[in-house]
């Protein structure tokens, strides 16, 4: 099975800030990276797909990077209502597997 | 726009069995893969299974390998993930999801989830 790595598992940042999180694949799985955000309560929600592409309706201040093992979510300017709880996501092989997740709290 | 709805959680003793459902609405059903995904209370996300769009290819987790079954029916629109032997382990919200056209593994809609509980 391919592990996902996901770093840090918190960080703690104020409105306004460039927030970057990584995740790290156990081999190589391309460009099949998701990543999702989910607050409390709720079901998760798609912001990336492929690594790098935004999905339809989600702010441009989200981008993604990356391809082979190592991958980056990067928020360039954290908006209040980006609190919450952010994974990555393998698709190239199944069992699909999650990284463990990185909790964007308020400093 | 697109739905999902699951239903058919609640507790269940272990050893027993328990079936979800999800009711797909505003999409074509039958054109596209689905999966189940769970998330035990205060944890991460698990996926769990998978199924084509036609029903012709499924797969699953080693976790719930040979105890769960997913199926689809398209003339009631809906995807079912049939537990067996249920364990302890097992609790968790299940989520059914909706599979990007195209790209594979990838899920762009979730349903808001089926709590399962199995008492240890």
């Known amino acids: 099975d391919i592990q996902m790595t996901q770093s840090p598992s918190s960080v703690s940042a104020s409105v306004g800030d460039r927030v970057t999180i990584t995740c790290r694949a156990s081999q190589s799985i391309s460009s099949w990276l998701a990543w999702y955000q989910q607050k409390p309560g709720k079901a998760p929600n798609l912001l990336i797909y492929?690594?790098?592409s935004l999905e339809s309706g989600v702010p441009s201040r989200f981008s993604g990077t990356g391809s082979g093992t190592d991958f980056t979510l990067t928020i360039s300017s954290l908006q209040p209502e980006d609190f919450a709880t952010y994974y990555c996501q393998q698709a190239n092989s199944f069992p699909l597997t999650f990284g463990g997740g990185t909790k964007v709290e308020i400093k | 726009q697109v739905q999902l709805v699951e239903s058919g959680g609640g507790v269940v003793q272990p050893g027993r069995s328990l079936r979800l459902s999800c009711e797909a609405s505003g999409f074509i059903f039958s054109s596209y893969g689905m999966h189940w995904v769970r998330q035990a209370p205060g944890k991460g996300l698990e996926w769990v299974s998978f199924?084509?769009?036609?029903?012709?290819?499924?797969d699953y987790a080693d976790s719930v390998k040979g105890r769960f079954t997913i199926s689809r029916d398209k003339s009631k629109n809906t995807l079912y993930l049939q537990m067996n032997s249920l364990r302890a382990e097992d609790t968790a919200i299940y989520y059914c999801?909706?599979?990007?056209?195209?790209?594979?593994?990838?899920?762009?809609?979730w349903g808001q989830g089926a709590l399962v509980t199995v008492p240890s």
């Open positions: 999801a909706k599979q990007i056209l195209g790209y594979r593994g990838i899920t762009h809609y």
């Open positions: 199924i084509s769009y036609d029903g012709s290819n499924t």
């Open positions: 492929a690594a790098s």
